[in-house]
């Protein structure tokens, strides 16, 4: 019935330490926390490890497994060869404290520092009204079960510590998607928040955080990608900054000339190569107006398009994983550099004026 | 032990346990202007309460209008076999609506109705639909609600005071192993942070228990690892009582097979859908487990059963479909006569019954829990099932109103799973969820008036703390003892096998003695490692309180001679009227564990007068129903 299979196990603590070779009997239909449970019932009775549910609902059993985040509840034996090592080391991101178990205490910092829900002040507990469908944007972001997966896959803190102190990471991007898509939280400055104070411009969209979660929420496309999009300060945003240099943007007389004020939203849209962005994003009236008197809205825009993903219905994970090296393109595969012309939703403030 | 460096923190409140009832307690307790701690065995947001998936049951009539408090009120008694506390009950049923509408203010987004508001789905128990939903996982809809409340609540005294922490903070990963008390009032707690091992007390007048249940001692169990009954031992030993102790909510269905996925529930439609129960030879036994009660009802041949499906009209129905502990009666029989499959369980068997495709779409969620957590396809292969531990009904006795544990403690509070009472002998699904709220809120306020109240804060002696330290310690320096994962196992086969959902006087008198067994081999287990994040050691502290509790179940079972609710006893199979009468109140004299009889309170007139009298002639005795039909009569004239 159950066999004898190899593990590496790091065991140590913030002193330091290694992977340690435990043989241990696997029985059929066993995922890798049964393994380790077994192991503490044997050899290893001091073996740390958080875990709780046993059933993917907590979100507490979170390691590396194989290089890859998991949870060890939900990672089967059986996705394993029968010779193959499983290596199984702590979350990289946080510190340790002992073998599998991380302090995650920062994600409980960010949570301290992520602006609460904010009730309407003139609705009565009881007369809350929401529509089912309005409602179900943010219950997408609700069902996280916080493992922080998508903290520790992050790599703009993965391996720089030093970005910890401005950066809240994707966790608390749906947190504040969520606040922002809730039809009765009376804060509005939900984005502008996330960009200011949560450190949204660090992220470049490689989806790994998408690809590690195990509730399956969409953190990049429907949670930090449409925040990044309607945010109005563009300063910070390191994608903006190379959307500017590419579409040369620097240089030329911008609509907000006029308007003292930026279309940021607009241009940040465009930078995203294919999701192109809504008209009305920079609440300037007069200059959406110019701006859409260029624009042709008939124009051919690239659909946006599924992640590649690799035999196993998945993102291939960057580091370990990918086919080469550094993260892949955050305006996607497909898209080609300078974009063609008639790609883009930009208006120029004298393309009307008869040329010379 | 002086040497021994101990981290002092002081409160107001100390709310033990991190569930829902915890944070709304501690909620209630800081906004009471109370400085008020949490701990939780886990990180902050990790409770058992993520588990629920039904709903919270409020009788918010947004779904049918028909319903109120008193439909609710008269579910829940029914449902625990009319042995709830009455009073309980009935707060519960009058106060759930305004503590879901409440969480909507923290920011809960419930599913809606179509008039936008909160929608509310059927459940088994309940007259109207009444389960605040949000898909299949509203607990931790809750949890993250309270969690993220707490978090806002930290954000108004980081404005106020600077610090987040300055009037509530949360003590994660830390475990309570002592309540310590000045006379007979409790004066704090000690306990140890679970990541560096080091010992912490805390110095408060009010302790508020919400630990949850005791699942842990079972070898089948839907309960994590925290369930070891800390709260329910704690009480005992300042002095608290515990009643019920005896009802245990077993459900008939859950996996034994894969490990990965035992204990958790296969839900009734799998039965209901055509899923049929069978033993190691093959047969379909249910057929021989019909009860003679039902004998007209259900179907007596293979084919009048699966015709019933197609035909329901014109065959009796499946004997798969009798109520819930018949079924778990009979899978227990056929594993005890050596039937069982290889893990201990029958198999169920749907894949042979239906085509793959209407498997998956009448049982989705089914489907893709066995096949994302045990690879098990459903529609290939029968699940192995069996009875498991899911619930405890029994708990800390307190008072309905306030939560104050009753003995003789003062202090101290219960609320949630740990405390006892509220459903009776049986719990309704969704009735857990509200009841976390109700009574969290009610506890955690009743805590900081006690508070109020007291004249001078009762002191903590040094020698308790050196006892306390002491008992931490031993298993760390005992090397001859053993393995507490070894002693845990056996704990967990005498619970399961001769205290576990079918109980016989001479099987719980043999429990009694292996659990005696078991408190000497307890007392000298040994953990090897250090303080550092040991779960072996932390076990080994667990282990005592899994003891007692289990003691107070098997000798409350071995007392009670009936069956109700969640306690079957094959000797005395049917529900006796005097029993019903009777609360067996479990108390710790010296290392004992006391058993004693107390009647039940008595409903007031209004409440029983919402009952007809057919039922009530089910569960009352003659004398009772002589003066219901004198208070009738009186409200008549």
């Known amino acids: 019935m159950g066999s004898k299979r190899q593990f590496r196990i790091w065991r140590g603590d913030e002193t330091g330490g290694d992977l340690k070779d435990y043989a241990v009997e696997v029985n059929e239909g066993e995922v890798v926390l049964d393994v380790i449970h077994r192991l503490q019932a044997t050899e290893a009775p001091d073996l740390a490890c958080r875990w709780n549910c046993k059933a993917g609902k907590c979100g507490s059993c979170s390691m590396e497994i194989n290089g890859k985040p998991r949870l060890g509840c939900m990672t089967r034996m059986s996705t394993f060869e029968e010779t193959e090592t499983v290596t199984v080391t702590p979350l990289r991101t946080f510190p340790v404290i002992r073998d599998l178990v991380t302090d995650v205490s920062f994600n409980y910092e960010k949570a301290r520092e992520t602006p609460a829900f904010a009730p309407p002040a003139d609705v009565a507990p009881g007369d809350y009204r929401m529509q089912q469908v309005d409602v179900e944007r943010s219950q997408e972001f609700r069902k996280c079960i916080e493992c922080f997966l998508c903290q520790n896959v992050c790599h703009v803190i993965r391996d720089h510590d030093e970005n910890k102190q401005a950066f809240s990471g994707p966790r608390f991007f749906i947190r504040a998607a969520e606040l922002d898509m809730h039809p009765l939280d009376a804060k509005t400055d939900r984005k502008e928040y996330a960009q200011s104070e949560m450190g949204l411009g660090f992220c470049n969209i490689t989806k790994c955080c998408t690809e590690v979660c195990p509730e399956h929420i969409k953190i990049t496309d429907n949670g930090i990608i449409p925040m990044k999009e309607r945010v109005v300060d563009r300063r910070y945003d390191p994608l903006v900054w190379l959307g500017n240099k590419i579409f040369r943007r620097g240089q030329v007389p911008q609509t907000s000339a006029t308007s003292g004020h930026s279309s940021g939203a607009v241009t940040a849209g465009a930078a995203h190569g294919g999701v192109h962005s809504h008209a009305g994003g920079s609440h300037d009236s007069s200059a959406e107006r110019q701006a859409q008197q260029g624009v042709n809205w008939q124009r051919e825009v690239p659909h946006p398009t599924a992640p590649a993903v690799d035999s196993s219905g998945k993102l291939p994970l960057t580091e370990l994983t990918f086919d080469r090296a550094a993260a892949p393109s955050p305006f996607g595969d497909d898209v080609e550099f300078p974009l063609p012309p008639e790609h883009l939703n930009f208006a120029h403030p004298q393309q009307d004026e008869p040329k010379h | ?637």
């Open chain 2, 1 to 637: 032990m002086t040497e021994t460096r101990i981290e002092r923190h002081h409160y107001d409140v100390v709310v033990i346990g991190a569930g829902g009832a915890g944070l709304r307690a501690a909620i209630e307790a800081r906004l009471a202007g109370k400085k008020t701690a949490i701990i939780s065995k886990s990180l902050f947001g990790k409770a058992h309460t993520v588990m629920a998936e039904g709903g919270a049951a409020a009788a918010m009539g947004n779904v049918n209008s028909r319903d109120n408090w008193q439909v609710h009120f008269r579910d829940t008694m029914r449902g625990g076999k009319f042995l709830n506390n009455f009073r309980m009950a009935e707060l519960h049923a009058k106060e759930s609506p305004q503590r879901i509408w409440e969480l909507e203010t923290y920011g809960a987004l419930f599913d809606r109705t179509k008039d936008g508001k909160i929608s509310q789905r059927n459940f088994g128990g309940h007259e109207y639909p009444r389960l605040a939903h949000v898909g299949d996982r509203t607990g931790l809809e809750l949890i993250r609600t309270l969690q993220q409340k707490i978090v806002s609540l930290q954000q108004e005294d980081q404005r106020e005071f600077g610090s987040y922490d300055a009037r509530i903070r949360v003590f994660a990963e830390t475990t309570v192993t002592e309540l310590l008390l000045d006379g007979d009032r409790v004066a704090g707690a000690f306990g140890y942070y679970r990541e560096s091992g080091e010992f912490v007390l805390f110095e408060a007048p009010a302790v508020v228990l919400a630990t949850g249940g005791v699942g842990r001692s079972y070898k089948v169990t839907s309960n994590s690892w925290e369930y070891t009954g800390d709260g329910h031992a704690l009480a005992l030993r300042a002095g608290a009582t515990l009643i019920n102790m005896e009802f245990l909510q077993f459900h008939p269905t859950g996996m034994v097979w894969p490990p990965s996925v035992k204990g958790i529930l296969v839900t009734e439609s799998v039965r209901g859908d055509g899923g049929v129960l069978k033993n190691s030879d093959g047969k379909r036994f249910m057929f021989d487990y019909v009860p003679d009660v039902f004998r007209k009802q259900y179907a007596e041949t293979e084919e009048e059963a699966d015709r019933w499906y197609t035909d329901p009209d014109n065959n009796r129905r499946p004997p798969e479909l009798l109520p819930r502990d018949e079924v778990a009666r009979a899978i227990n029989s056929e594993v005890k006569a050596g039937r069982g499959t290889p893990a201990g369980g029958v198999y169920l068997d749907i894949a042979s019954r239906k085509s793959a495709e209407e498997i998956r779409r009448r049982l989705p969620s089914m489907y893709h829990q066995f096949k994302e957590l045990a690879d098990v396809d459903i529609t290939k292969e029968p699940m192995e099932v069996g009875p498991t531990c899911h619930y405890v009904m029994g708990g800390v006795e307190v008072d309905p109103d306030s939560g104050a544990a009753a003995g003789t403690v003062r202090g101290l509070f219960a609320a949630g799973e740990v405390s006892g009472g509220m459903h009776g002998s049986n719990r309704l699904g969704g009735n857990s969820l509200s009841d976390l709220l109700v009574f969290g809120k009610r506890a955690g306020g009743h805590a900081a008036t006690y508070t109020d109240q007291l004249a001078a804060r009762p002191a903590v002696s040094v020698a308790a703390v050196e006892a306390a330290v002491e008992t931490a310690l031993a298993p760390l320096q005992r090397d001859t003892g053993e393995s507490p994962y070894q002693l845990q196992q056996d704990l967990q086969v005498v619970m399961g096998d001769l205290v576990g959902i079918i109980r016989r006087e001479g099987e719980l008198a043999d429990a009694l003695g292996r659990l005696a067994e078991l408190r000497e081999r307890v007392a000298k287990v040994s953990a090897v490692g250090g303080r550092r994040y040991n779960p072996g050691w932390h076990l080994a502290l667990d282990l005592r309180n899994m003891l007692v509790v289990s003691e107070c179940t098997a000798k409350a079972a071995l007392e009670r001679q009936e069956s109700r609710g969640g306690h079957t006893r094959e000797d005395y199979p049917a529900m006796d009227p005097k029993w019903r009468r009777v609360n067996l109140v479990c108390s710790l004299d010296g290392d004992t564990v006391r058993l004693t009889h107390k009647p039940l309170p008595k409903m007031r007139p209004e409440l029983i007068g919402l009952f007809d009298r057919a039922e009530l002639s089910k569960y009352l005795t003659d004398s009772e129903l002589a003066e219901f039909d004198a208070l009738t009569e009186e409200a008549n004239n």
